[in-house]
């Protein structure tokens, strides 16, 4: 279905243009008359658009991108300015992505739909916990102050990211400086002491027969192992796309005694700090349930958060 960029006026005179999909330039013209607008222009649009199409497709906001872009638009909306407005600022500003996303926004509302409506539109990069918020933020009035209650609990959310990425970093940097000095033992220095070790005339003791074997084993199938990593890492990758796979490995890491502890920590604060935003934002608490078991990453605490809301609500 071709589209076409419209340049319209309501009843007020003011004027309006965005891109909408129609099956041709009449029935888009049909479509714009009956939500009372007044059509000036309207040109199929395939290259422009499918540029605007491209850079949507290029890449999904990035977290840091969607924070800035929400916490604009709440600082807008706060000044008092009206939401079509707010977004046709913003497509002035930021990334290539953040000002398509907010040209179809503005598109979207222009046409007819709330800002809610719009974000479910765009379920890529906005999640139904965020549409839900909007939504009830626009129902009780408070819109601004709903956005930026949102911006601020994504903001702190990519601090705790952070947080947890860089307490990472240490120990997963020494656990490879490990395993890369350790093999330079096995396979360089291990078989120089080999010669010296089996002309002493003694038997040798299990556990030095076991070292040495496994150093000679590195020494001569060292590729082998490597290619081994290398598929055990690639099966590894297309066995956690499956549900029940990757529930069943996020399960085995909250059993561990110390990540599992962490992620759990990570995901239950999560939880919280999305219940509370929800249930201030005048969401009712078996829908805030609903709405917040599927921004839990880790699935297993997903399943779990999914099973109290329905519980609730039965």
Partial sequence: MPSYRYRAADATGRLIQGVLAAEDRLRLLEVLRSRGYYPLEAVEVREETGAVAGARGVRRLARRERCALIEALADLIGAGIQVDRALEILEEAFSPAQRALAAALRGEVQAGLSLSEAMEKHSRDFSPLQAALVRAGETSGHLGPVLRR??????QEEEVRGFVRTTLIYPLILLGVSAAVTAILLIAVVPRFAGVLSGLGRPLPAATRLLLAVSGFLGCWWWLLILAMGAGAVLAALGLRRPEVREFAETLLLRLPVAGRLVQGVQTAHLLR???????GGVALVQ???LAAPALENLALRRSASTLAHSRKC
């Fill in 150 to 155: 949102l911006a601020d609990a994504l903001w």
């Fill in 274 to 280: 999305t219940l509370g935003l929800l249930l201030r």
């Fill in 288 to 290: 805030a349930l609903e």
